[in-house]
């Protein structure tokens, strides 16, 4: 066998036994980054290394510094675990090397997206001629899909933001929920809006959209260019809010409106939770994650847009060396920021082939029914469970706002599991997501144990607080 041959392999051994230590290795850290950047920190060296050695320098170096994230007792943030064939499938495709910038660079990558992104839109119920760019996740896709909603709603002001910046510009609204995420807030800022250009609506008990604030909001503003933020799956609750109503409010201000459905758009590929995101194709542009649930490697997102021209209208670009971008079909790198970028459409393309519509809806049905089983058990050991669990997104408090830190750090130090803590309603709280195909009921049962024992423990120490 030749060299690289074996180099792949080893490389693919050594990430194999890794992921097969996962289900039973502490979830957290063997060390911190202070101690890691001590022992790796070292001057570059003068003479080349052999790539032999390099590889086993560097897996034994970094090792140690890896959560097991892609574990069954992560629950952290919202995280998956990339699938098998989907993981298969970014090994191929680093081995592959392609540059996904459009069908004349690689035929290959630009069909692997089209298809998988196509099979996507069918899964999740959007229209089947909506662009879909992929994107590193959706902080990119909701870049994107307000780039692209400025342009539509400036234009139609007769406006060219692309050639004309904003300065001058009519005043553009955006209407966005309290509840928003921060990333819908660091895309304004990143497209020249400003945070301050947030006009907020209030949300409900479990965090969505208050329609009857939207269309009090949207009433109270001049006519003129206005986009609606909305959101399928609260990254605190899971709450989504009213899309059907929503878009209906938004359309009577002929509103762009755009949904941030990082995790939650893939309710729409579940028969039994498609009802939370009922009216979703009615929008104009879509975020969504693809390393989030549908458990694709690192990084992977979608910024799907209704109106493919338009979408490509605020991004495309050409140059007198480059070929098959700008036509009348928008090509890859007409629908994202970059222009190159690795192929996120093979790992896509195997994630759904593995799953099937089946399987999609499986994976989105059991981590639903696993974080229900999390709030009962958690429940049943007087714990306070904060939010409605609608989606996979559970919150609980210990009590004070003291203690419920006290043991979210006592859990991560423990390493049967690891969860968050996040600030919601000006409470503290622990922050449960189950986001990963290979949990199962033992996993959330002996994470459960793990919390009540931290808890308990806690309970003794400090019993008054
Ligand atoms: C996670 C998340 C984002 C950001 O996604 P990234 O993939 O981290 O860029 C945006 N919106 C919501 C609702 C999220 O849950």
Known sequence: MDDLTLL????????????????????????????LRQRVDTAIRDAPTPAGAVLEEL??????????????RFFGFV??????????????????????????????AAVAEEVAGGWLKELVGLPADASVGFVTGAQGANTVSLATARHHVLAAAGWDVERDGLPGAPVVRVVASVERHATIDRALRLLGFGTSAVEEVAA??????????????????????????????????GACDDLRAGTALARRHDAWVHVDGAFGLWAGASPSKAHLVDGVALADSWSCDGHKWLNVPYDCGFAICAHPQVHAGSLSYTASYLTGQGGPTPALGDLVPESSRRARGFTVWAALRELGREGVADLVDRCCTLAQRFADGLGAGSVEVVNDVVLNQVLVSFGSDARTDRIIDGVQRDGTCWLGGTTWRGRRLMRVSVSNWSTTEADVDRSVAAILRVAAADAEQTPAD
Do not use: K, M, Y
Request: hydrophobic share 50%; aromatic share 4%.
């Open 8 to 35: 792949f392999q080893r490389a693919a051994e050594l990430a194999a036994q890794h992921r097969s230590g996962l289900a039973e290795a502490p979830v957290r850290a063997a060390v911190d980054a202070a101690t």
């Open 59 to 72: 897996v034994s170096a970094f090792t140690p510094g890896l959560v097991a994230t892609p574990g069954p």
């Open 79 to 108: 995280i998956g675990g990339a699938l098998p064939a989907a993981s298969a499938a970014d090994v191929v495709a680093v081995g592959w090397d392609q540059c996904a910038f459009n069908a004349v660079l690689s035929p290959a």
């Open 204 to 237: 409900d008990r479990n965090g969505a959209i208050d329609v009857a604030d939207l269309e009090a909001v949207l009433g109270r503003g001049e006519p003129g260019p206005t986009i609606v933020c909305l959101q399928a799956g609260n990254v605190n609750t």
